[in-house]
């Protein structure tokens, strides 16, 4: 087994326990962003730069939804 192939396991698994175990839809976007950028930095020594770069949008699409959960939950405290 490669080490791609093992990250990609690792956050596919990561993904289907966050499924069964989150109701709320922040609270998954939240856990997905903390395992992607977990995996990304532990193994981001081992992993062709390729794979690394691929990761990235994911990543930034992540952040971005992470931000309008901070601003929207934000907006409902100032409220």
Same mark, same amino acid.
């Given at each position: 087994? %490669?080490? %791609? %192939? !093992?990250?990609?396991?690792?956050? !596919? /698994?990561?993904? $289907?326990?966050?499924? /069964?175990? &989150? ?5 998954y ?8 950028? &977990?995996? !990304? *930095?532990? !193994?981001?020594?081992? /992993? =062709?730069? *390729?794979? =690394? ?7 930034? +699409?992540?952040? +971005? $939804?992470f931000?309008?959960? &901070?601003?929207? =939950?934000v907006? *409902?405290?100032?409220?």
């Open positions: 087994m %490669d080490v %791609d %192939d !093992a990250i990609v396991l690792t956050l !596919a /698994i990561w993904v $289907v326990i966050c499924t /069964i175990l &989150v109701k709320t839809i922040d609270v976007v939240t856990l997905l962003l903390i395992g992607l950028l &977990v995996v !990304a *930095e532990v !193994a981001g020594n081992f /992993i =062709k730069p *390729e794979t =690394k770069q691929g990761l990235k949008p994911a990543i930034y +699409f992540l952040l +971005f $939804v931000l309008v959960i &901070v601003v929207r =939950k907006m *409902e405290v100032l409220s």
